[in-house]
């Protein structure tokens, strides 16, 4: 079965123009929990019908304006064969999340410095189960940095704005399925960074145990309460808007506790005169049968509009309800929706509420 899926997504890859990889680069695989940008750009840009990259997130787009399809195609093979497991004085500042420039295909494009990318949303000083593709099985040590307080994503990456030691670290983890499949990963248990708060960046190294071949990757993340979730991927609408410009923002409400439910909003970018958001909507221990969310504008923005919910605004206050296919939500699960605003983006709302029923 494995064999028949390598030989179709072969062949699919030579409809769509791309060379399989070089002979000499055996071992693959990119972080998938939390994701680097290169998985979530292919999971974002992917056409499930049709094989073809067409990226639906704006900083994905931007990638491959500038690296090429070829960087999704292989988005596993952000590598160096020459790495040693080398870090610091080896990949030039601003190169970190393409490995430098030395390796097999371009992935350039993945430093671009923007705050847009797919996220995903975390606790501080929680355990979690780490998650990195196995597209092909090697032994080797898996390092995991986190970067420092102050982070600012809106500036190309710098060794400097990461922590000098790894938070994380284990060498030849279990692994679960695989190789030569998306779904196939190595997998162990970590305790993420304590006392983080917003949008960081934590940086993978996988450096093979049996040759000089290191594995470099980039995933965002949004220390706001979340339990892994997933924002920015196919979720950006087509609009006439100008090109959006990204800006930082993320607020939450709340622990649910043992019921309700929480809010949590997230401007995904913004551009002269007006922005677009997501709240995603968590429920607690218990389902929820319908949700509503209020907030009030810090400023002088308005709801221009609103997909996957019903939304309503008076004066400075915005109430979006749900849709009749979203408002049961599982005990644990979230649902999400959109919207615009006019205005400047704010860096937070007020009085974000969630309630149910």
């Not at 940095?145 to 060498?171: C, H, N, R």
């Not at 030569?180 to 940086?203: C, S």
């Not at 009749?324 to 599982?330: D, M, P, R, S």
């Amino acid at each position: 079965m494995r064999l028949v899926r390598m030989i179709a997504a072969l062949a699919l890859a030579t409809a769509a123009g791309v060379l399989a990889l070089p002979a000499g680069a055996q071992a693959h695989g990119a972080i998938q929990v939390p994701g680097s940008r290169t998985w979530f750009c292919y999971q974002d840009g992917r056409n499930p019908t049709t094989g073809a990259i067409e990226p639906k997130n704006a900083a994905c787009a931007a990638a491959v304006a500038q690296s090429g399809v070829t960087s999704l195609y292989n988005w596993f093979a952000v590598l160096r064969s020459d790495g040693a497991g080398r870090v610091s004085g080896f990949i030039p500042d601003g190169q970190l999340c393409s490995g430098g420039t030395g390796g097999p295909y371009n992935f350039t494009g993945f430093n671009l410095a923007r705050t847009d990318w797919p996220a995903t949303h975390l606790t501080a000083g929680a355990t979690m189960e780490f998650r990195y593709n196995d597209w092909a099985k090697h032994p080797g040590t898996f390092s995991l940095y986190i970067t420092k307080d102050g982070y600012d994503p809106t500036k190309p990456l710098a060794w400097s704005d990461l922590e000098p030691t790894p938070f994380d670290q284990v060498t030849n983890p279990p692994a679960n399925g695989g190789p030569g499949t998306d779904d196939g990963h190595y997998y162990w248990t970590g305790k993420l960074p304590a006392n983080k708060t917003g949008k960081h960046l934590i940086y993978s190294v996988w450096s093979r145990s049996d040759s000089t071949e290191t594995f470099y990757g980039c995933s965002d993340v949004v220390f706001d309460g979340g339990n892994g979730e997933v924002t920015g991927i196919g979720t950006v609408p087509t609009t006439t808007s100008p090109t959006p410009r990204p800006s930082v923002s993320t607020s939450t409400t709340p622990n649910p506790g043992n019921g309700g439910c929480t809010a949590m909003y997230n401007v995904v970018s913004s551009w002269s005169g007006g922005f677009q958001g997501q709240v995603m909507v968590h429920a607690g221990t218990t389902a929820i049968n319908g949700w509503k969310v209020g907030w009030t504008w810090p400023g002088s923005q308005t709801l221009a509009s609103v997909w996957s919910g019903k939304g309503t605004a008076s004066g400075s206050l915005v109430t979006v309800s749900n849709e009749t296919w979203n408002g049961t939500v599982a005990a644990g699960d979230y649902t999400t929706f959109g919207f615009l605003g006019s205005g400047s983006a704010p860096a937070s709302v007020q009085n974000l509420a969630c309630t149910t029923g």
